[in-house]
């Protein structure tokens, strides 16, 4: 076991050194890893006092690593690595078995090529379920259950039911009434009467089934000439070779399975994979496996697959379902533990400059912008880096916090980046910050792909010589080229569109720089535990006074002339519309037709305007021109195949309708009606559709009734689950296997609270174990 520690270690050493010292060569943080690997060898074995200093030293130099920047980690890790090289093992430790020990190199890491009966063949059918290592086998866990574990006799059986017998095999027949069809028929007896068992097409079943043969046989009851007769689904082979029945005579599961991989083959190849597994000592702390009356990890793998009853079935699935939860609390908690525990910039200073930028604002802060905006001013006042997640509906003011935040920043001689998933919605943070500025002698710049090289040169050296204070760009601001002189403040707008990752490239443009990410995506609590864990949350759930109640209409086609008549209606009184068309992968041809072909049909219904078309086949100038054609007043009606920029504002666009409107999910209906009510005028949201299910018609009647952000996430996450919510696919959430965000909330709660204080008091547990069962279960999900 020491060994493959040690061995260990020293690939993450490696991995952290060409991951340039971001302390994420492990999955959890690679100076976390190094300690508490550290603690576990120094606990489990009889050291020399030599190798305890070295030991020693290397939990300390852990913590040194995790506080510096990147210049002192270099010079850390090069003492790390020579003081692991120093480390000679006690000889009684090397032959020690691996028993117990649940890192890299354990049986269940490997392939599944490693289980007998996996070839080529089987291991590619596996992939395609998305089963590559004996893990993945192992929690493939059954989608529903059978109940066969009542035997009864022939004369208690039930006609057209599905039934369960144990008998012997008499006498063996096999017919061929025609070509591609043979039956079998096997006459056997319960110890009471005689029946006739029969199987389609598995002649194969010949041999096996000798006079004498005892079988438990499932299928559904039939009479037959007066004879009872089951149409076998299932059957067992009673020997004394096999301790108990897989297929029936219990609680059957019934798994997801492909081409080439039966039930039967299935249910086999995982009770001969748990039957190899080792003990290994349970991973969950004892004292959360007591306070929730959780059984052992081994147990619930096997009550989860082969479960003795309901009962025990139920027991498995609360186990494996808190652990799930919280191994992914696990990763959130380590995450906010690691940046709670860095050292930051105080931003103490408001001064002048933050008055100045109050008084000019022609209006005033609503009571919630004012309550987040206190959150943020005492984060950013702390000398730890704040983290912190702006939640707010469409339209509730969540840009001008920010913009606060961008001032308090600037007023301690910082600059700003702020991150926008679009180039027009960058370019109109621009416009607007330059616009709140003009008066402040606070310098905003535009990093933009249209740039020519000659003005990106200009601005670059300008940024990295600290002459703009707040730099405003897509993706773009990631780039290498681009370097800060003093970053203090990074902005994510609409974060669902950005990946972990990114957001963190952009935080690492300056020395541990305050962090706000913005989203006009309300996330229901369970979600948002899971998602942004590692955040602090403010909410601002209150919309400013003035802003328009958008009017929603779910109609159907037959009153399409008349919407499209009130359509005109609105153009000739100066007013502007968006009109969307769904655009879905599986069928992206014949949508993107369909919306030429409605593009076309409002060119001519509407020939005294102007009407343009924007789709995701479109190269980025072209969309871009019409963008800007719109937003500037040029376009009155715009077909789009994508969802409209989030974030664009166009105060004179009035009506949004929304074709095929039973093909969106509540909150992109949500995002696509908050584009419109942004002016003085009455704005309408008309969604078309012909839903045919019942849950497609709840959504719309949703939309009818409330413009709560907040309630229609829920409905959302109600009706369709968590993994089609918009957002979360590129918010990194991962596939869970037993665990519910919906049914479980309880428990979503319950690990959250767990992890946190786990992590907190990392000294009471080996934290190491759970970096490696994170990354295992998870795989590359950018989880929070």
Not at 340 to 358: P, Y
Not at 403 to 418: I, L, R
Not at 537 to 563: C, H
Request: hydrophobic fraction near 40%; charged fraction near 25%.
């Amino acid at each position: 076991m020491l060994d493959t520690v040690l061995k260990e270690m020293k690939q993450a050493l490696i991995r952290e050194k060409k991951g340039a010292y971001s302390d994420a060569g492990v999955f959890g943080g690679f100076a976390m890893f190094l300690k508490e690997q550290c603690i576990l060898l120094r606990n489990e074995a009889n050291w020399s006092e030599t190798e305890k200093a070295i030991l020693d030293e290397l939990v300390n130099l852990s913590d040194v690593y995790y506080r510096s920047d990147h210049q002192t980690r270099a010079e850390v890790l090069a003492r790390v690595s020579t003081l692991l090289n120093k480390i000679t093992l006690p000889p009684e430790t090397v032959e020690r078995p691996v028993i117990g020990h649940w890192g890299q190199g354990n049986f269940i890491w490997q392939e599944v090529a490693v289980i007998k009966g996996v070839g080529t063949k089987r291991r590619q059918q596996l992939q395609r379920l998305g089963i590559k290592k004996v893990f993945d086998l192992i929690y493939h866990v059954p989608r529903r259950y059978l109940d066969r574990s009542t035997m009864k006799r022939f004369r208690q059986l039930n006609v057209g039911v599905e039934e369960t017998l144990r008998v012997k095999v008499r006498s063996v027949e096999l017919l061929q009434p025609r070509k591609r069809l043979n039956i079998l028929k096997a006459l056997v007896y319960d110890g009471e009467n005689y029946g006739v068992a029969v199987w389609f097409n598995q002649s194969y079943l010949r041999a096996k089934l000798r006079p004498g043969l005892e079988l438990i046989i499932t299928g559904k009851v039939q009479l037959s000439s007066g004879r009872w007769e089951v149409i076998v689904t299932d059957y067992e082979i009673l020997n004394a070779a096999e301790d108990e029945p897989v297929h029936t005579a219990r609680i059957v599961p019934v798994y997801g399975v492909t081409e080439g991989i039966s039930q039967r083959i299935m249910r086999q190849l995982i009770f001969q994979t748990l039957n190899l597994i080792p003990y290994y000592k349970d991973f969950l702390p004892e004292e959360l496996r007591t306070k929730y009356n959780l059984i052992d990890w081994r147990q619930a793998l096997w009550q989860i697959h082969f479960p003795d009853d309901w009962s025990s079935l139920k027991r498995a699935r609360q186990r494996l379902v808190y652990e799930e939860l919280f191994l992914m609390q696990m990763a959130v908690s380590q995450r906010y533990i690691r940046s709670e525990r860095r050292s930051g910039i105080a931003h103490t200073n408001e001064g002048q400059l933050w008055h100045d930028f109050v008084q000019s604002l022609p209006f005033t802060f609503t009571r919630a912008q004012r309550r987040v905006l206190n959150e943020i001013r005492k984060d950013m006042g702390q000398a730890q880096p704040m983290t912190r997640l702006l939640q707010g509906d469409v339209g509730s003011g969540k840009t001008i916090v920010a913009t606060a935040a961008a001032v308090k920043a600037v007023a301690n001689d910082y600059q700003v980046a702020v991150m926008a998933p679009t180039e027009i919605l960058a370019r109109q943070h621009c416009e607007s910050l330059n616009a709140l500025f003009e008066d402040l002698n606070i310098r905003v710049s535009l990093v933009s792909g249209s740039l020519s090289a000659k003005e990106k040169a200009k601005i670059y050296r300008d940024i990295q010589r600290g002459e703009i204070d707040v730099v405003v760009g897509t993706h773009a601001l990631i780039q290498e080229t681009v370097q800060f002189h003093r970053l203090g403040l990074a902005v994510v707008d609409e974060q669902h569109r950005f990946g972990v990752m990114q957001r963190d490239e952009l935080l690492n443009k300056g020395d541990n720089a305050d962090l706000l990410v913005m989203t006009a995506t309300p996330i229901p609590r369970t979600l948002s535990l899971t998602l942004y864990g590692d955040l602090q949350v403010s909410v601002i759930d209150e919309l400013p006074p003035g802003r328009q109640k958008v009017i929603t209409r779910w109609v159907g086609e037959e009153r399409r002339e008349k919407v499209l008549s009130f359509i005109g209606q609105e153009m000739n009184a100066d007013r502007q519309v968006y009109v969307v068309c769904p655009l879905v992968s599986e069928s992206e041809k014949l949508d993107l037709a369909a919306a030429e072909e409605t593009a076309h049909l409002l060119m001519d219904r509407f020939k005294d305007f102007n009407v343009g078309l924007v789709h995701g086949k479109m190269k980025s100038t072209e969309k871009e021109m019409y963008m800007q054609g719109f937003y500037r007043g040029e376009i009155n009606l715009l077909v789009s195949t994508t969802v409209i920029e989030v974030g664009v504002d166009v105060p004179n666009a009035t009506v949004m309708m929304v074709e095929g409107a039973e093909r969106f999910g509540l909150a992109q209906l949500h995002q696509l009606r908050g584009r419109i009510g942004r002016g003085e005028h009455r704005s309408y949201c008309i969604l078309m559709g012909d839903p045919k299910t019942e849950v497609a018609r709840e959504r719309l009647q949703v939309m009818e009734k409330s413009d709560d952000g907040f309630v229609i996430a829920e409905e959302d996450l109600r009706l369709r689950g968590p993994g089609e919510i918009f957002g979360t696919r590129q918010h990194g959430l991962p596939e869970f296997k037993v665990a519910d965000l919906i049914r479980d909330a309880e428990v979503v709660q319950q690990t959250f609270d767990d992890a946190r204080k786990l992590v907190q008091n990392k000294s009471n547990y080996q934290l190491g174990i759970f970096s490696e069962l994170i990354a295992l279960r998870f795989g590359n999900a950018k989880i929070s």
